[in-house]
């Protein structure tokens, strides 16, 4: 069977992610330190909320996770204990501990799913899982970021649907679906890196398959088009006529000018720190 008959013609370049931590303070995302808890505990989390706040904006984060974590036990069961729980994830991300705040969020998530910053806490979620692909290594080494593990990105991903399907008109699904878009095209771009691994280790059939998972996942993505050819070649070095005249039909007919059939597969650049 020809898997790539109905394979359509690709949209737009990926969008490209700046080098600027988006600013995501969750500190007007609910009442605030306006909210009232319950009876004597009023004044007392109030006071630490305000303390909290401050120690956030001027970037104290390790003080500000002190004061968040006496305000969610003091205000227990009111807005104020889930926007205590939505600052101190912020703040643990800020503090590079990802895995607190992805489990911070997954808790307020549960416990609160009729809160009114739901969105909120799942675009959270997805900026704290998209930024650990964007992390500092990359920008250094120049390690592309399909090269790398790709399950934060996948979680990623995960978060931001959730919140464009729930809230498709929050004011953080915009850009939402801008970094989904982004991911999709690195999860693409990490299927192509693994097939071009194998071609250039003349492990044509696990470059084929790998090649062809790319094509069957993402074909709106730019990898499609490489794709096609290093299946097509791969199926050449195989002697399967068939399946390699398939490949290079497909190709030609959504990439008619395409510059794989004559310069081959492409060689990644060699990051600083590589020596061979």
Known sequence: MNVFKDTKPL????WRATGAVVAVLALSVLAGCSSTPKDDDRSSGEKLCADARDDLASGSYDLAVKQLERVEG??????????????????????NERVE????????????????????????????????TMGFLSN??????????????????QAFEQLV???PESK????????????????????LHVARYYFRRQAFLAAANRAQLAVREYPQTPAVEE????????????????????????????????????????????????FW
Do not use: C
């Open 11 to 14: 949209a737009g370049r990926p």
């Open 74 to 95: 003091r205000a227990a069961g009111t807005l104020l204990a889930q926007q205590a729980m939505l600052d101190l994830a912020y703040a643990k991300w800020r503090l």
């Open 101 to 132: 705040a992805i489990t911070t969020l997954d808790r307020f998530i549960k416990l609160h799913p009729s809160s009114p910053a739901l969105d909120y806490a799942l675009y959270l979620k997805g900026v704290v899982n998209f930024n650990e």
């Open 140 to 157: 250094v080494s120049r390690q592309d970021l399909s090269e790398r593990d790709q399950q934060a990105s996948r979680d990623s991903y």
């Open 165 to 167: 399907q729930a809230f």
């Open 172 to 191: 953080y699904s915009d850009d939402a679906r801008a970094r989904m878009g982004y991911i999709v095209n690195s999860l693409a771009e990490y299927e």
């Open 227 to 274: 794709a096609l050819y290093i299946m097509a070649a791969s199926y050449d070095k195989l002697g399967l006529e068939q399946l390699r005249a398939d490949a290079e039909r497909v190709l030609i007919k959504n990439y008619p000018n395409t510059r794989y059939i004559k310069n081959g597969v492409r060689v990644p650049e060699r990051a600083w720190w590589q």
